[in-house]
């Protein structure tokens, strides 16, 4: 079966088509015919080789994904041949405390398609019956693909680790990346006032346009970040701080909270390693905190807001799985704005 992805880790030079076996699904498992996958930047990490976390090689490429069911193993009832799915690219066992207690993205054995697993770049993909969902009837296989990993991801980082409440100041740091426009939104639906915080003007402008309340650009002379957002909440500071930039932007991010502040770190985009000056959180009885995906029911809620239109996808571009390498280079492009998607031969 033919796929995107790479032979060995590596840069943008890496990426091609690759064979790997055509999957079947197991007890308890569903094969998807894809028509749509997305990218995300834990693609670039995957590619590039991510410390401690062995890739079977060749590997494709892709997190997320949307199509028509297309087999189904022994025990599956709620799925049927022809349905309309996308994926849930997050993995639990079921077994572990954390899975006991309805905490699914804390098991110890958690697991991201397209990370630890084949990817969705590609005609199938196996998951677990629990992982696939229909299609909300407002969403085309495309948005269906887009929306997964991002909304998820920002529904955990600012509800349950954020504890996002009404009238909380809300700062979103970069505006361009699938995540930040997801989180825009949640926030929003939550009761955020919400602002971005953006180097680039346009991109932050665009932001706007998913219910952002204001916009700010910063730059690391004469308007560093934690002036703009000091003087943009009026000397109060922000209650919540996301920041999946890192290193370059987390010293300054935690500067920026209020009392009681909490600055939700989902990825460390620019560089993993930052150095925080504690006394800053002791005083304000601030915390840092970090997220990853999302449980199951957290999924659910997710999965109703897109189905009611309270929340929806950002595509930045779309393109032909044939020229997944092409679309796979916007992520260096200075106005990517949302979701990288490829349409799999076959829609």
Request: proline fraction near 6%; include cysteine; aromatic fraction near 6%.
């Amino acid at each position: 079966m033919r796929g995107f992805g790479f032979e060995e880790h590596g840069g943008l030079e890496r990426l091609g088509f690759v064979e790997v076996p055509e999957p079947a699904p197991g007890p308890g498992e569903v094969r998807v015919a894809l028509r749509a996958a997305a990218f995300n930047r834990l693609d670039r990490f995957t590619l590039a080789g991510i410390p401690g976390v062995p890739i079977a090689r060749p590997h494709v490429l892709g997190s997320d994904g949307a199509g028509v069911v297309d087999r189904c193993g022994e025990g599956v009832h709620d799925v049927r041949p022809g349905q309309s799915v996308l994926l849930n690219p997050g993995i639990w066992d079921g077994t572990c405390d954390a899975c006991r207690r309805g905490d699914e993205a804390l098991c110890r054995n958690y697991r991201i398609v397209g990370e630890h697993t084949q990817g969705t770049a590609t005609r199938y993909v196996v998951v677990p019956e629990r992982n696939v969902h229909p299609l909300p009837e407002r969403l085309s296989f495309a948005e269906g693909a887009a929306a997964p990993l991002v909304f998820q991801t920002a529904w955990r980082a600012m509800k349950t680790v954020g504890a996002v409440r009404p009238g909380d100041r809300v700062a979103v740091i970069g505006a361009g990346g699938g995540v930040a426009t997801a989180v825009v939104q949640v926030a929003k639906l939550l009761g955020a006032r919400v602002v971005v915080a953006s180097r680039s003007t346009a991109k932050a402008e665009r932001a706007r346009a998913l219910g952002s309340d204001d916009t700010v650009v910063f730059d690391d002379s004469e308007r560093p970040l934690d002036r703009v957002l000091w003087q943009w909440s009026e000397k109060n500071g922000v209650d919540v701080v996301f920041d999946s930039v890192g290193a370059p932007t987390i010293p300054r991010s935690v500067r920026s909270v209020a009392r009681g502040g909490r600055v939700v770190v989902i990825g460390a985009t620019a560089g993993p390693v930052a150095e925080v000056d504690l006394r800053t959180l002791f005083w304000r009885q601030a915390s840092i905190r970090g997220s990853t995906m999302a449980g199951a029911e957290e999924f659910r809620e997710v999965l109703g807001h897109l189905a009611a239109g309270r929340l929806r996808p950002v595509i930045d571009s779309d393109r032909p799985l044939d020229q997944a390498v092409e679309a796979f280079r916007r992520f260096d492009a200075s106005d990517l704005f949302g979701k990288i998607v490829v349409t799999v031969p076959g829609s």
